[in-house]
């Protein structure tokens, strides 16, 4: 991408719109005043471009583009897999997917197909190649957009033989797999291959080998198909740019592995604002750590590629954004390394089970419904923040999440099963650096560890040998862990390591696990500490291990139960770097001192002074963006912050220069 | 029917006692000693009447029929469809409902059949001809009680076939079908209607337009059915009398679609008297208003054809009713125009699920059992107040409760995806008029407004045009109109309106919808007034619009969150009359001082003066009921009125007189 | 077996480490520090010992045997039943269970055959007498694990059939099933039969004798697969001893049927020691009424044949035991008539979903691990205490548990569908008595009463004839009998006795039930009494039944609500013995004094004074435990507890000498 603006934009479906081209002019005209710069077009068009079995209507498209294009507007092109026709379900009913149950689906809804059968894929590159051929070298056309969320996983025959083949490939031999498995346990052993099938209800649920490797298999199956949606684009347009919609913590697909094979990484937000059980600090953080995810997955800028300008209509209660939150929510995306804002949609659908999304233009089709008015304020702020587009984020502390751990540690059956929330702990530990201004980038056990100073290893249940080995060359050489309870307890196939654990980082952290106690919810264990840095007291939750000094330092210990006394932060000094532990989950607050105090002496905020109560400071290149998360007006430095405003500065040698202070969005029912 | 008197009765299962000749011989004792005057017989009865194909037995139930009519108890005659044998289930499967997952139930429960099944349907035309051939003209048959609960839904090939029917017939072609739907959403777009599947778990649950015509197909082929019952009898003694004994809220049918094609509307109550979170009152209102849709859908009498005299068995916590509640409950159905109270059942079955049910006689078997001699009393009691029967309900206010809009609006996706609770917005309003003595009937969209002076059309979110015509010209010609927020979003295959909301409404409200917020649970906004009438502070929940003034006086405004200011409860003078607009869900409390500041010069009370707290008062023809809702003591004017208890009055021209003054029932267990 | 020890042991899955000598070599190592004394071994080692259909590999269990026979530990020898190796199912998918839903199970998980088919009991045949022929008669093996936890339900066609077969037995005409059934409700006569079917989710589920008849039919089909595995073992070696591991409250085996077919009974003890809603004295009584009824079910010794030294890994929070609980657990076992303690299992298993289920050995291999620290020391306490083993209990009192009853009372829709909690009724009675110093067993309807003082009914809803006249017998020849609300409801089969109940006890009970009202959850009426010896107000909840007084004294009544006055304790002299009527459910401290008044005089403790709080005293032929079942040190009479500490005494003439008291376990996590 060129880096010349933060693109602004939205989904746009013009599809659903054929019959009314006064609402297609609309289109234009608003799409003008609200500095749109581009759309991801057609995601669901399927139907309309392909109404036929190889009866191609692709005219219609090619007149909204070249529209889009008169209008300054460009074009990220969706390939239209999410979502089949009709006559394909019926005339090929294997496209369709088949449920843990082993029942296949009727037609109906999306992302219901397989990602194995050759059939779709088949047809998947008829409708691509059409597309490409037609539009991949418009100059309005700058990328695809490939399908649209991918998700979801298929149990048929097709996929249960792709799975017994990704097998064969990864263990070589079935005695491999049993024991990888630990099959002997309930007399499992599978006689050969041919035996494994995808879990389901009314069959295995309980060997968590097999259940993990399904997961991986689903994740790599789903990017072997998205490969082949490129890849298609690829025979036709060698130079076809690509990128993929990810989703938050979505369970389903490892997205450093599917970021490898595209462009762009982006990503559709959905953060349920102004929640009574929630500040706007909260869900800001909480958001924030997503962006940094989504930014690490290539380490480069990234799109936001939905996010909705209003209420949603899918949570159970779907709360609009108060004046102003929409505006922040855009902002905060650049500040963390966005190149693109993009809505879920430009325009509320007529009908069906998305009309009451909130869209950048409402069924009112006013230009002076709110929504409308502060999508196109954020839109000149954008053209007036636009050099900060394409700037890079320095390295400083980075958390590792890594979602074969993740799909381990939440299958693992005990010590708790419910409740454990992974997200927490992580968000806890990206919390207490981002709001002492260190930056933040999220890495797997893939990634090379290379220029950061901080890394977090939070509940590492799954510790590969080799990134343990990474771990501790990396303290040896200076750098300074932090890993938390819960950690180095399995290897990569869920078989508990022997021996002492953390495994193998027993001598790097100086102590040893002896046990660990789940907590009921609402439960906490007292901890104290004499340390003047940290708060005197505070409690852990969740899970409390008790572990033995093997040479650490303690910070903080238990002061409660039987095992009052055990160690609950500790510091060691390996090589030339430290190592710290932590033995519990402890207090949201507690986190932003802790980490004042393992940080200093090794990076710096990004801002000179303390940060004041809910506002946060985040770097790109030379700009820093201030961001007040609360709902009033703050005093930064000598600047003053309306209530979800940003500050844009850039340094300049050790100095920051104010370049732009954003405005108060302000919206009045009464006129 | 003759309307000499209130009737008084149970359902009968002799069927179960046939060889307990004692036993039938004491239910025709205690009948008589309780004044019961009518029974409906044989609903489950099949097995009996017909225990193999064709092989009819019919005798038991001649003698039946007789000794009953020798009491001076008369018969509503059952269909016995609502459950039907086993060997019909092995021989014809296809008479067995198929579920939305497209699984044949087994033989078992009741209500379990297909109702497009031609093969049902002959089985059942047999059946009923018999019946009707042997008893049609016995002088104690006096009705036909139309199988039992209609309800459920079948998704086998046959009902998926008939759906396509119905829809073609409906929509004429494809196009308009995909144009209704607006199929274009997600590549949805049917290439003919074989296409067309019900909604299942496993298919498509997205279109709501589907979804709709779907409930609206359910209704039509289960009224279908019912008048093929209806017919068959017809066949053989054209002047029979039908009835279908309806259920309380029940989502699956269109009772208004139903009533036309029955002689007499009867409902089924089965309130939870006695909840500790609601008082007598709550649960009197709740049931009032079904009482009242009763009446409603054929503006004229009906009977309570099913309710519990003691505890059910069904609820997850069965409670009892304490002695007089019964009485009321029997009474409560009389002056809301019911000319019919009867029982399930008249006693306890000996074994199955429903054996604890309460029944007039329970297991005991003795007189004087509580519940007996309640009922008892109660059987006395219509007696003397005979004279009311047949007496209808003048016009007042009508409310708006439309099925198409209930399933429209409660499948909608967004604001709010739970806890909308359509039935207490429509409660909110019943009792807002009932507690100042006005007159509620409930109508729907496709009813006459001619006659009533006041109109609420409440969360009216599925708005016909031809509705919206209606009330125009009703508010034109004078009449009063109320209307909701959530009002008037879409047309009548759920496509969201384009422009201004309420649609074709902002002008004869003076108010226009900008947006539209939802609370969480517990969550509320502050509204305000400076109206005496109304309370001073009020507060709304659920969802809060949030509209322009188009010409209205505000009553009430906002005075919390960024719309603050804006209009909560507006009056607007259009044409000879006045309409008002509701911005959000406000206290229960509130809508009593409302609904008197909306009635006053409008229409009038049937009660002279302010009833007390919990007293209601509602009239039919001449007579005025006054109802003790509370569990103490009232004087009302100059009368006492006992715990429960109602006293009726007779209106002589200005004056209303006394003629009935129910003493209170007292029961102790101890002699 | 022999008496001249407590069993100390776990269950032993060498299988899962054949290819780690190391492990196994360390294992004798630890049990032999431990003091282990028996295994339970290759309950899941099917698949190890015939890898292929035929082919028998059991040499590496014969060198086990051997190696734990010349370390001193005896062999409780598993039939591997419990789950069946992969080559089964697909060559005889009929071994696999069909669920309600009439789906048949894929391979997967354990307890997953039918325990009708032919090929599976061939199968287990072979496999069992294989076992039997080399092992039978190793001196090391003294009994046989027959398969595992036994339970769960197929619904496959050999099932049905044999379903019906047990019905013909049993009622001989498809007339009397009807009949006993109550089928003529909603007209489900069965023709003949064929037409029955086991309840299924899209079948039959209103019908209670079928479904009760259901829960019976697979009980007597699971114990007959128990017989069948049993004899095919006494085919080969005819001397061999047997048993079953049973669990807690299983509801689908009636187990004193299960019981009368084996040697031994045994059960598998889960509970959840420090949960935040119990004390461990609540803990440690759920825990004593299993005891007891393990005790009971062949009135002989038993053993705890699982239980978990430190925490579980299938609860929603999994939390360990604190240092000393598992030593109280284990000799609680003890004090109630075990004579074994065994765990699962002896070591973590490396993978799957039992890994972190806590075992004797854990993953860190470490003896000064505290879980084997804590078994060490309870195996030298278990050698301390051998002289107990084999002594039997005095018989004083008896609560009816019973199978049927539990059933029917459970799925009887009415009163109170949910929170009916019958385990809870049960363990206040049981309390009561226990904190008095009292015996308890557990008798179910066949029963014999004689040796019994006091038999308490509790929610005895379904009484059965024989049963009620062994009660009547039982009193008028001197028993104390008490009896609860909701008793003598039901018949055998379910169908409601006609008349007056409790049936055929009013007249041995002196009160007749008027009514019965549930009440909301945290609903009560309040109770008073004259009486001393009782706590002066008490609260009536769940259900609260009505009743006459025929006779009998009241000795509490309501006083509350419409039946205030109404009884709600009596006593009744009847014949030589007294009876005793409970009208509803009490707090759980009213149950001590109540069964003090009516014990004195009939039954003594087994301690001479009153018992601390907390502090509770059981005997075992001469010997008497007293168990401080709180976290405090406590005084009984001159010795002080520790914190779940006990001491065990020997009557001796009218004294109780110490013979051993426990030192408190104690840990610190700080050396």
Known sequence: MPHSKVYYGADYNPDQW???????????????????????????????????????????????????????VRVNLATPSGARPAWMTRKYPEVLRVGANRVRNLFGE????????????????????????????????????????????????????????????????????????????????YPDFSYIESPAPHGENSVHGLKLDWKRFVSHQTIDFMKWERDCLREIVPESKVCANMMYFYDGIDYFDMAKEIDLATWDAYPTWHKPTETIEDTAIDTAFMHDLYYSVKGQPFWLMENCPGPTNWQPISKGKKPGMNIFAGLQTVAHGGDGVLYFQWRQSQGSSEKFHAAVVSHDCREDNRIYMECAELGSILKEIAPVAGAKREKQAAIVYDWSNKWALEDAQGPRNKGLSYKHELLRHHQGLTQNGIDVQIINQDSDLTGYKVVVAPMLYMLREDFCEKLRRFVQDGGVLVVTY??????????????????????????????????????????????????QVAHGSILCEVAALEGAQPLMVYDEDYFSGAPVVTEHAFGKGKAYYIATRLERDFYKPLYRLICEDV?????????????????????????????????AENLELAPYCMAVYKREGDALVLVYNQPEFKWSPIK
Chains 1, 2, 3 share one sequence.
């Open 486 to 535: 819960w950690s180095g307890v399995v290897n990569e196939t869920d078989l508990c390591y022997l021996g002492d654990t953390p495994h193998n980082l027993t001598d790097v952290l100086g102590v040893r696990r002896m046990e660990i106690d789940a907590m009921y919810d609402g439960e906490t264990r007292r901890c104290v500490t004499e340390s003047d840095e940290l708060p």
């Open 603 to 635: 990076v710096s905020s990004c801002w000179p002074t303390h940060l004041p109560e809910g506002v946060h400071a985040s770097a790109r290149g030379e700009y820093v963006f201030l961001q007040n998360m609360t709902e009033a007006y703050v005093w």
């Open 18 to 72: 054929l019959d009314r081209p006064d609402i297609l002019a609309q289109d234009i005209e608003l799409m003008k005043k609200a500095n749109i710069s581009v759309v991801s077009l057609g995601i669901f068009a399927w139907a309309t471009l392909e109404p036929e079995e190889g009866k191609y209507n692709l005219d219609w498209m090619a007149k909204i583009i070249d529209d889009l294009y008169a209008a300054g």
């Open 110 to 189: 999306r992302h219901n197909h397989c990602y194995t059968s050759p059939v779709y894929r088949e047809k998947v590159k008829q409708m691509n190649q059409q597309l490409a051929a037609r539009f991949g070298r418009h100059p309005g056309v700058i990328m695809w957009h490939l399908s649209n969320e991918y998700g979801g996983e298929c149990h048929c025959e097709l996929c249960q033989e792709a799975f017994r083949g990704w097998l064969r490939e990864k263990y070589g031999t079935i005695e491999a797999v049993n024991k990888a498995w630990n099959s002997k346990f309930w007399s499992h052993d």
